[in-house]
């Protein structure tokens, strides 16, 4: 089977830019949350389909809205005052054929389960009861996209036409802004320092061989008694990052919670661990990438791969696969320095016949890309054809989506 499979070559790689900027926005970044609340929406309907239809049907809600709350923070304590606004929104198969008769799902009850599972998975002061409030609108899909579902074909068909961007490897900027939101939101680091909330956020900008990376982290006023203790729990934190980020080649400087004002006592201070509960909203997509990172020095697609369906949603599945392919050739084919691979479907089409699969690569010096051509383009094809895999990896939560 011949697919359009595509390969060039590029001048530079994005770390031997003078100038690069990366972010990475925490689990409890209001954007992250409402990503997470549609995906985890997602994948409750796509089991709720399997164990009782043995089928994913069709769904996509990927449309999600936060809406920030009101909150008192103080030392020692704190209220939620407004709840948590979340919004799912979306289409879903509501209604399933069974031989002369037809099933209800209750599409909304396993949305508001899923979104408050999500919260209490993820966050530790946020109760989704008493801090959020859940609704959905999640309307059903059209019959035609129904019937499609029902098909027992070898290859599901596209239900859009839209592009995929991977890469590979991540620079050094990239892994130390990544690294240090994973260390700050590690299970063992909230034993240890339990005020870190989940909101935390990472900018880095990287000049030549200097990194500034400038960290927010939302504080649990009900973990710190005083202005004091916050100080000296926000030298810690620094401490621990700056251990960090020693292992870096790049000269790291960091900076936590600078928009800090003790003189007029304004602190970074939470009752829940988010920026969500005091007016900062979220919007699906709007967040981290599908490797987890919002690098703007890099190719990459804007689609929001959060809450849509994992079976024939190619918003979702080129951005998956693309980064998969990227990492394989990275790692795989010698003479590659960086890798991006651009995945572009038709809808209606097959979904591992893209109208095209184009691999763009930064070669070491001395390596041609006549020797490396083959290698990349058979790389591509072979991804293509398992690109079924795929489905039980985002089912699994083994892949990163935001």
């Known amino acids: 089977m011949n697919r359009s499979i595509h390969s060039e070559q590029l001048p530079d790689c994005v770390s031997d830019l003078q100038v690069e900027i990366v972010e990475r926005k925490g689990i409890g970044h209001p954007d992250s949350i409402i990503d997470g609340a549609c995906e985890a929406v997602s994948i409750a309907l796509s089991k709720y389909y399997l164990d009782n239809f043995d089928v ?50 209750p599409v909304e009850s396993i949305a508001k389960e899923a979104v408050a599972n999500y919260i209490r998975g993820t966050m530790r002061f946020l109760d989704p009861v008493k801090h959020t409030k859940v609704e959905t609108m999640i309307r059903a899909g059209s019959p035609d996209l129904v019937a499609v579902f029902l098909r027992k074909q070898a290859m599901p068909v596209a239900n859009d036409t839209s592009v995929g961007v991977g890469f590979a490897p991540l620079s050094e900027t990239e892994k130390v802004v990544f690294s240090i939101e994973q260390l700050l939101n590690s299970s063992k680091f909230k034993k240890k320092y339990p005020a870190v909330g989940e909101d935390v956020k990472v900018m880095g900008m990287r000049v030549g061989k200097k990194l500034n990376a400038t960290v927010a982290a939302a ?121 991006y691979v651009r995945i572009l479907s038709r809808i209606g089409s097959p979904i591992d016949q893209p109208q095209i699969a184009s691999a763009a690569i930064v070669l070491e010096k001395g390596t041609k890309m006549s020797s490396v051509k083959a290698e990349v383009e058979s790389i591509l094809d072979d991804q293509l054809r398992d690109i079924r895999n795929i489905t039980n990896l985002i089912l699994e939560k083994r892949i990163i989506l935001f």
């Open 56 to 105: 994913i049907f069709h769904h996509n809600v990927d449309k999600g809205l936060l809406v920030g709350g009101k909150s008192h923070a103080v030392f020692g304590g704190g209220r939620v005052i407004d709840p948590i606004f979340i919004l799912v929104a979306g289409r879903a198969t509501d209604v399933v054929p069974v031989g002369n008769k037809t099933e209800e799902v």
């Open 219 to 339: 504080m649990v006023s009900g973990q710190i008694k005083d202005a004091s203790e916050y100080a000296s729990i926000i030298k810690d934190v620094r401490e621990e990052v700056d251990d960090l980020v020693a292992k870096s080649p790049l000269d790291v400087n960091v900076r936590l919670n600078q928009g800090d004002d003790p003189k007029r006592g304004s602190y970074y201070l939470t009752v829940t661990g988010t920026s969500a509960e005091q007016g900062d909203d979220g919007n699906t997509g709007r967040g981290n990438r599908v490797n987890g990172l919002i690098s703007p020095m890099r190719q990459y697609s804007m689609e929001a791969t959060a809450g849509k369906n994992p079976v024939n949603h190619t918003g979702k599945l080129y951005n998956a696969v693309a980064v998969h392919a990227a990492e394989q050739i990275a790692d795989e084919v010698k003479g590659v320095r960086e890798c």
